[in-house]
């Protein structure tokens, strides 16, 4: 039973929490459309959890327990400012149904199958949290953008990665059921920061045993689209399934 008492000033509108809000689409970052109107405040307002980047695509974001972090090139987290935007985010108010201690010793791929094995339908979307002491993590960055913008898969050619061993932190991400291919990422996309919230990034790699694996089973899904001229002028009919494999593996 869930009851919801919502006073003036209430900062969760949302009543059902089980909701993805998403801004934008997953192509339109590919083809560079690198700005975007929702600003971190209103992001919140959705979400104390997620990931996604920041305008100008300074960056991978990270959010967590309610604060968001942008890693930036130089491989250093930074808080994000509510005035700042984004172009493209995916968050959730995180609230756990499934919680488990993997005992066993994983890397990316053993990792997507075993939270495959876990999961009960891969026709929904869930977020995932990973906490705890990680052998290896290696994760990516990329550098800020100027106009004109260049095509994602442009971008990463510069991008430069990060290499972590024993580090204590959190991976943050979700899972997309493959339907959702030009929207979102189906599949895992999974970002990490550490516990001290000082570095960070896209996760590229890693390996892990003994740590606490949470899931958030999300049955609905909710999107926001952009009413800028650069997004309503993209031509969002082309397949881009290879190209988004290669900019985010
Ligand atoms: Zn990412």
Do not use: W
Not at 84 to 91: E, L, Q, R
Not at 219 to 240: Q, R
């Amino acid at each position: 039973l869930a009851i919801a008492i919502c006073v003036s000033g209430c900062s969760h509108p949302q009543e059902n929490k089980d909701i993805l809000f998403q801004t934008a689409t997953v192509n339109a970052l590919l083809e560079g459309v690198y700005d975007g109107e929702i600003t971190f405040q209103e992001l919140k307002q959705h979400g104390d959890f997620g990931l996604g980047t920041v305008n100008c695509l300074d960056g991978e974001m990270i959010g967590l327990e309610g604060k968001f972090y942008q890693i930036k090139a130089d491989g250093m987290a930074y808080l994000i400012g509510d005035s700042m935007k984004t172009p493209f985010g995916c968050v959730t108010f995180f609230e756990p149904d499934k919680s488990v201690l993997l005992d066993k010793n994983v890397d990316y791929n053993q990792l997507e199958q075993y939270l495959d094995n876990l999961l009960p339908t891969k026709n929904i979307f869930y977020a995932i949290k990973i906490e705890g002491v990680f052998r290896y993590i290696k994760t990516r960055s990329v550098p800020r953008q100027s106009k004109p913008y260049r095509p994602l898969a442009e971008v990463v050619k510069n991008q430069t990665t990060f290499e972590f061993h024993n580090v204590e932190g959190t991976i943050v991400g979700f899972r997309c059921p493959a339907y959702v291919e030009g929207i979102n990422v189906p599949g895992y996309h999974l970002h990490f920061i550490t516990k001290d919230k000082k570095a960070g990034g896209h996760l590229l790699q890693c390996q892990m045993q003994n740590v606490k694996i949470e899931v958030d089973c999300t049955s609905e899904f909710y999107m926001v689209l952009p009413k800028s001229s650069e997004f309503y002028k993209l031509d969002l009919t082309k397949e881009k399934q290879a190209e988004l494999e290669k900019v985010e593996k």
